[in-house]
């Protein structure tokens, strides 16, 4: 038997209505990725698909024990998960613990299809329905349209599925979907079934009991499903009985007519041990059918990852909701962890920068005071020097003040006191007094004219005026021995620029 894991079997019904299979397109979703676990066995064995083109592509293979966790970076939540729920983990129901019925139904839009089955379940669990969980599976018509769709039906005790889920739980393993793997190569098998009676036996050997699910396909329709439980492989009389009831119930009720061409799906040493009993049984030729690598049935499901949560999923709706609360939870905890931390780092380099800043603040203010420091000494020197050139300048007045006295003082009169007066505040630099005969009074007047006009050289080499204001004080008489002389008095103010006479102001 041949096994197509790229074609998904549900969508690919060559006379079904060319509407309802683009509704069934539109409604399935292209997933990055898809793990899928079987745990069914005594051993555990993980796939990981990645999408590539439009199939997917198997890129992780993992096989040990049944307690061994599945690595974390396999199956961390997507973040798509809160606002768009898809099938990321894969998880297998075996198919012992399944009761599958199948059921014809008028096409419709599936949101519709979803109540009907609801309606049936009541009629058809085998417990009560609030002990089991359901879900349903549109099976592939090969035949001719009939307005009418092959729905399956699929139940399995609560307690069970959840058994199942605790030990998914306990290997780090958190299923979005929960299905029924030979449900796969059932569909299969209706594309080689052709348009009379067949069915289609696949047994499976777990835990040393043998277990066959029962596939009967009529005019390229899926008719029923059961499952058979043997209490040994070599048994096979507790399987013939089996389908020869179920046979003579198919004829009673009309679905079956004509001979029926028996399928064996079974592995090389069953279908050796079988086969002359089934032949024996049937009363013509069973056809033998290699089954599917296990790898090729994980990728077929990969491939149909996409379809809505709500079909052939065994999932729980209350462990969906929770699941989805967790996706929502962690997804603002690890919001409010990547605020906080950039919070503290926030916080963090405010301070660096904080402290970063006062050392420079610091630095800064020490050496502004050190150049305060430096400019006082500066200024301080330099009025120093200021002072020193003025009085340098003033003395160099004071000789040359000499220098004009003694060329233009007359020979009559006598010069009994000279002062230099180097106060900034007074404009009386240079104060003359002595004495002259009576009859010589008007060299007073000649000498004070002579004064005015004294020239000398500038710091520029000009010839400037060495006094601005050459004034007569007075003349008084002279009293002692000498009656006949009288004393005079003249106040010279230099002409040197002010400004230059004062010291700089002090900087602020």
């Known amino acids: 038997m041949t096994f197509d894991s790229h074609t998904p079997p ?5 006379n079904a209505p060319v509407a309802l299979r683009a509704r069934r397109v539109q409604r399935s979703q292209t997933l990055s990725a898809c793990n899928v676990v079987d745990c069914t066995k005594d051993h555990q064995q993980f796939w990981r698909f990645a999408s590539s083109g439009r199939s997917m592509k198997l890129v992780e293979v ?18 798509s998960q809160m606002w768009k729920p898809h099938c ?8 012992e613990e399944v009761y599958f019925h199948v059921l014809q139904m008028p096409e419709c839009e599936p949101a519709e299809l979803l ?6 379940i009541e009629r058809i669990s085998p417990h009560p329905v609030a002990q089991v969980v359901w879900t349903y599976e549109v099976a592939p018509s090969f035949g001719v349209d009939t307005g009418q769709q092959t729905v399956v039906a699929i139940m399995a005790e609560r307690n069970v599925v959840e058994d ?12 979005d979907r929960l299905e029924v793997p030979i449900l796969r190569q059932v569909f299969e098998a209706g594309d080689l079934a052709g348009g009379g009676a067949s069915g289609w036996i696949y047994p499976r050997v777990r835990k040393g009991k043998l277990v066959c699910l029962v596939a009967w396909w009529t005019e390229g329709k899926l008719s029923d499903i059961s499952i058979v439980h043997m209490s040994a492989i070599g048994k096979l009389n507790e399987l013939t009985e089996q389908l020869t009831s179920s046979a003579w119930a198919a004829e009673i009720a009309g679905s079956l007519q004509g001979p029926v ?15 002359p009993t089934l032949n024996e049984w049937a009363g013509r030729g069973v056809q033998v059918h290699r089954p599917p690598e296990t790898a090729a049935l994980a990728a077929a499901c990969a491939q149909q990852a996409g379809r809505p949560l709500t079909e052939s999923n065994l999932l729980p709706p209350e462990y969906r909701d929770r699941c989805h609360r967790d996706d929502v939870d962690r997804f603002w905890l690890g919001l409010a962890g990547v605020m906080t931390v950039l919070y503290a780092l926030f916080v963090g380099a405010y301070f660096y920068l904080s402290g970063n800043l006062a050392k420079d603040d610091e630095l800064v203010k020490s050496e502004r005071d050190a150049l305060k420091k430096t400019m006082a000494g500066m200024e301080e020197e330099e009025e120093k020097f200021h002072q020193k050139r003025l009085y340098d300048n003033l003395r160099l007045k004071a000789l040359e003040c000499m220098q004009a006295i003694a060329e233009t003082l007359p020979e009559t009169m006598d010069l009994e006191d000279f002062r230099f007066n180097d106060k900034k505040e007074s404009t009386k630099n240079l104060t003359l007094s002595g004495t002259v005969a009576l009859a010589e009074e008007a060299k007073v007047d000649e000498f004070r004219e002579m004064l005015s006009k004294v020239k000398v050289m500038d710091p520029d080499k000009k010839e400037v005026s060495l006094f601005a204001n050459v004034g007569f004080e007075r003349i008084v008489d002279v009293r002692g021995v000498d009656e006949a002389r009288k004393r005079w008095f003249i106040t010279c103010e230099l002409a040197m620029d002010r400004e230059k006479r004062e010291p700089k102001k002090k900087r602020e």
């Open 62 to 79: 993992r096989d040990t024990d049944l307690d061994v966790p599945v690595p974390r970076q396999f199956v961390s939540r997507d973040l």
């Open 115 to 120: 109540e009907m089955v609801e309606v049936q």
């Open 164 to 175: 199942h889920l605790e030990r998914m739980e306990a290997i780090g393993y958190r299923p």
């Open 10 to 14: 549900a969508d690919s019904a060559d």
């Open 261 to 275: 061409q028996w399928h064996l799906v079974a592995d090389h040493d069953i279908a050796e041990q079988w086969l």
């Open 88 to 95: 990321q983990n894969d998880a297998w129901l075996p198919m």
